[in-house]
């Protein structure tokens, strides 16, 4: 079974350039979640998508990302004029349903800004 | 406000001495505690769900605990292969977000 799948695993950009982010999800996953580690400090939830719709998107700071989840492919987590503080490493997890069930990550991609 | 404070935020062990990492939690209607394993460069990978205060879990050298205000992850007579850093996370309200402690880095000795 393969696992919850991010691409690239690596990123370079420039400040001033867009990053998008891929995410497949566990095969039968509908529920996907964002998250961010910024350097010393620890995961932080960004957004949560079912297919085709955003349900919490708290953490994601207001300008500049987006998110998306469309009905045929991975979900794309878009960040335009990346900033340096943008570096960070970038988690997408899925699970089968809400209820108290186990997020499952991937391995992430790590996003660095020159 | 929702929050998982983890201790310690390191801790060295030698191989073959047991200890007890500590997560307690301040969150409104708890619906899951869950604890994560996270290796250099890698991935939360899952450990254990824990649902009610009572409630064990074990698997190989871990076990894990939860009351009404904290969980312990125990770790009974480590090897190398366990060091890595674990991660508290809970999930509350009608959401599936989790949030997360700081984690606990556990270097073990041979």
């Known amino acids: 079974n393969a696992g919850v799948m991010q691409n690239p695993r690596h990123l370079v950009r420039r400040r001033g350039q867009e990053a998008r982010l891929r995410c497949s999800p566990v095969k039968g996953h509908s529920h996907v979640y964002w998250y961010r580690q910024l350097p010393e400090e620890g995961l932080k939830f960004m957004v949560y998508l079912q297919k085709e719709n955003i349900i919490d998107e708290s953490g994601m700071p207001k300008e500049r990302f987006s998110a998306e989840f469309p009905k045929e492919g991975p979900s794309i987590l878009r960040i335009q004029q990346v900033v340096r503080g943008d570096s960070a490493a970038y988690f997408c997890a899925s699970s089968p349903r809400t209820d108290n069930q186990p997020q499952h990550f991937g391995d992430g991609t790590r996003l660095s800004i020159l | 406000e929702d929050q998982v404070t983890q201790s310690p935020e390191a801790l060295r062990l030698q191989e073959g001495e047991s200890s007890s990492l500590n997560c307690s939690y301040t969150v409104s209607g708890l619906r899951g505690l869950f604890w994560y394993r996270q290796d250099p460069g890698k991935g939360p990978e899952f450990l254990f769900t824990?649902?009610?205060a009572g409630e064990e879990k074990e698997k190989e050298r871990l076990k894990a605990t939860l009351t009404k205000k904290e969980s312990f992850l125990h770790i009974t007579a480590p090897k190398p292969e366990d060091s890595a850093t674990y991660l508290c996370a809970v999930q509350a309200g009608n959401t599936g977000k989790l949030i997360f402690g700081q984690g606990t880095t556990l270097q073990v000795k041979p």
């Open positions: 824990l649902y009610s």
